[in-house]
């Protein structure tokens, strides 16, 4: 897996009135896959995003994108990377043809090259049909979908989106996430922000979790989630029709148990093995039927909220 | 920068905004060439430019304030039209940008950073000169029809550099307005402050404000001439921080060349029987454009300065999407 580095940033930092906003961040980025940036609000992604875009001066550290360095060369990063805002706007008077027709212009696409591009993109977003309509008529779903397309006309290398899915129906955020999965198929590398793990889940090779400006964890979604498993908890929950003190007395006393949590018929138990036969023959031995076991794998939302946490 | 030129003229041209001053400039030419109807053929004084006239009559009985009177041409255009020309023109240059969401869209493209705020200024100038322009003509083709004299040379001079001050005037407040958009997140804030300005320096400042300064400082109480004309140097000269009075002095001697002697910068205390004297003789064109060159160059390095701060925080500013 020995693949070509687009971004990498090296002690990058930047702060607000005194507030560090991103702290001595070092991120590493591989050509042709799909990133996610995660973190909660404020974590400083956005931030991130604007200082590998030469948008935003770093207070130290430095950033190279596709072999430049953004803040003294951003005009050659910005050839060769597109943004998507999070709150992505357009002329609202101008149809979408014609928007994407002025960036295409920006880009010294030529005008016969540039109207293939954007009927070819347009349909891509499922737009193909409002093309000349006044982007001020689109919904803000539609806005998202052209804010996508508007990336994609200068054939980016690597294409950086905030938030690509927000305000999006769950069919339009489908059909995104698929065409965001293909683009490194066809040259380009992705980096999103998302609050919604699923999403990331579903097509990011790689993610990185900021909290507070800090890189809290990142590497492959693979390895995260070996490693948060071996990190020790299997969790397995346990329904029985009633429950005792006594039983959960003596599945405590079982050894590799670490913590038992009842809920009312519920019992959550975490283990440094996977215990289940050990639990459901004590659970049948007391005479207590048993109504279901399952043991917990772990998600993004595990790693994620294990991590946030870690960092708070 | 030719794109971005290009499509804010484009968006000029089609906006509403563009419209109403469209209509703004039919209502000024409509009304002063009624005014000029009215007045110059009935007139019979001084022969001296009267296609000139066409620009600077005013009608009778109308109000006057502190001898401006509002409804001659280019008093209107000094305190009404040209500012509010400029300030329409760049009152959302950067914040409209901004609170739409496009800058962070904009400035993400392989453009410089400066192009975009050039190109917008100038786009605005170009539309703003092209509504002065016409403008003028409009008054001078039809007013040569109405008066039956047609220009001499110096006239078409001085028409002409009058043409050139009033972009230069009307790019201040252009700057100015672009200056409050890029320090203002808000369009309406921005706007409001242009407003602001405009209705200080037009009302305010030349009325109220320069004569008390002037007062307090130079009392006319003893009642000498000395006094007097003190007391209203001193009022001209803090008048003349208002980028209003600048041009309305500076149009007025361009256009209206008053006789030699009652010279501009000296205070105009003429007294009545010192006019019997004076040969109404007007100031030539060389002599009126060394009068009007302080004007020329304050007006236009205010221009400067405003846009220059604007270009200045816009480029150091922080694009954040929200």
Known sequence: MDKQVIVETKDLTKSYDGAVVVDHLNLSIAENEVFGLLGPNGAGKTTTILMLLGLTEPASGAARVCGFNPTKEPLKVKRVAGYMPEKVGFYDNLTARKNLDIIAELNNISYDESQRQIDRLLNAVGLGKVADMAVGKFSRGMKQRLGIADVLIKKPKLAILDEPTAGLDPEGINQTLDLLASLPQTGTTVIMSSHRLYEVQRICHSIGILSKGKLVVAGSLDQLGRDALTDGRYRIEVETARLTPDLIETIKKLSGITHVEADGNHLSISADSDLRTEIAKIVVQSDIPLVEMKIHEFSLDDIYMKYFQEGQ | ?322
């Open chain 2, 1 to 322: 920068m030719r794109a971005i030129f290009r499509k804010e003229l484009a968006d000029y041209f089609g906006s509403f905004r563009f419209l109403v001053l469209l209509v703004l400039v039919l209502l000024i030419t409509a009304a002063t060439l009624y005014f000029d109807y009215k007045s110059i053929r009935t007139s019979t004084a001084d022969t001296e430019f009267i296609f000139l006239r066409l620009f600077t009559t005013q009608p009778e009985g109308a109000p006057q304030t502190e001898g401006i009177n509002l409804f001659s041409f280019i008093n209107f255009f000094a305190l009404f039209f040209i500012p509010i020309m400029g300030i329409a023109l760049g009152f959302d240059a950067i914040s409209g940008e901004r609170s739409s969401g496009n800058l962070s869209r904009l400035l993400s493209q392989p453009i410089y950073r400066d192009n975009v705020i050039i190109a917008k200024f100038l786009a605005g100038l170009f539309a703003l000169s092209l509504m002065v322009i016409t403008s003028v003509l409009i008054i001078s083709g039809y007013g040569l029809q109405l008066i039956g004299v047609p220009p001499s040379l110096e006239e078409i001079y001085r028409l002409v550099l009058f043409v050139v001050l009033a972009i230069f005037y009307g790019a201040f407040w252009m700057g100015l307005a672009v200056l409050f958009s890029t320090v203002f997140k808000r369009v309406s804030t921005s706007l409001m402050s242009s407003l602001g300005i405009w209705l200080f320096f037009g009302l305010f400042y030349v009325l109220l404000i320069a004569p008390a300064i002037a007062n307090s400082l130079a009392p006319t109480a003893s009642g000498t001439l000395e006094a007097v004309v003190h007391n209203l140097e001193l009022g001209l000269s803090i008048k003349r921080f208002s980028p209003n009075f600048l041009f309305l002095e500076a149009s007025g001697v361009l256009l209206q060349p008053p006789p030699v002697g009652s010279l501009l910068g000296a205070v105009p205390v003429v007294t009545s029987d010192l006019i019997n004297w004076m040969i109404p003789a007007p100031l030539s064109l060389g002599q009126t454009l060394l009068l009007v060159w302080p004007h020329l160059t304050s007006l236009l390095s205010l221009t400067i300065v405003c846009f220059a701060v604007g270009y200045v925080v816009f480029m150091r500013q922080e694009i954040r999407a929200t």
